[in-house]
């Protein structure tokens, strides 16, 4: 997803939609649209039990991203490189550039931010279901259509080849079933920032 950040062809990103208490999560299995904000409700009940919060800002605001990266000593002292498009982030000038399985590469969930190189700009904020996620939408979460997608509709088949593209991606992340299972998303549109 970082290249299809670096190349512009990803803006926009879903969520599922959590509870902030554990005991909504046990007992909540609704989310109903109220006046334009997302509610969590009991099953059945006609009073909201607590109203969800999209955890990372509204339109307007900056988010940076994390991605796997590294500082090589063989560049000593050198600069802060990335997995997605080394070695053509490496600047202009540095020679002994060692091989990409020579570099010991920081998982993304430890970069800090003074190394983060990509800046997003959230541009709206929206709740639907996850199965409401339209051809248009599934090319803008940047995914990549592989051979196997574009072969049209067979064997039952009823997507699109960028949709079928990113049920994939979905449940490689969030498991076997979860697309089926259509939970509600946050849908976050974004832009690159300066």
Not at 2 to 11: F, H, I, N, P, Q
Not at 33 to 40: I, Q, S, T
Not at 81 to 92: G, L, N
Request: aromatic share 10%; glycine share 6%; charged share 30%.
């Amino acid at each position: 997803m970082v290249r299809a950040l670096l190349d512009g062809t990803k803006t926009q990103t879903r969520r599922a939609c959590k509870p902030m208490n554990a005991w909504v999560d046990q007992e909540c299995r609704e989310v109903r649209m109220v006046d334009g904000a997302p509610y969590h409700f009991l099953k059945g009940a006609t009073d909201p039990v607590e109203k969800l919060r999209w955890p990372y800002g509204q339109p307007g605001d900056r988010l940076w991203v994390r991605e796997t990266w590294a500082q090589p000593a063989a560049l000593d002292p050198g600069p802060t490189v990335y997995r997605a498009d080394y070695p053509d982030c490496v600047p202009r000038g540095y020679t002994n550039i060692p091989p990409a399985d020579e570099i010991t590469w920081k998982p993304s969930i430890h970069m800090f931010r003074k190394h983060s190189r990509i800046l997003l700009e959230v541009v709206s904020v929206r709740v639907e279901r996850l199965n409401d996620c339209s051809e248009a939408d599934a090319v803008a979460e940047g995914v990549t259509i592989e051979d196997k997608h574009k072969g049209g509709y067979c064997a039952g088949e009823v997507m699109p080849p960028a949709l079928r593209a990113y049920r994939d991606l979905w449940e490689s992340i969030n498991g076997a079933g979860s697309w089926d299972a259509n939970p509600w998303v946050w849908v976050v549109d974004f832009r690159r920032a300066d």
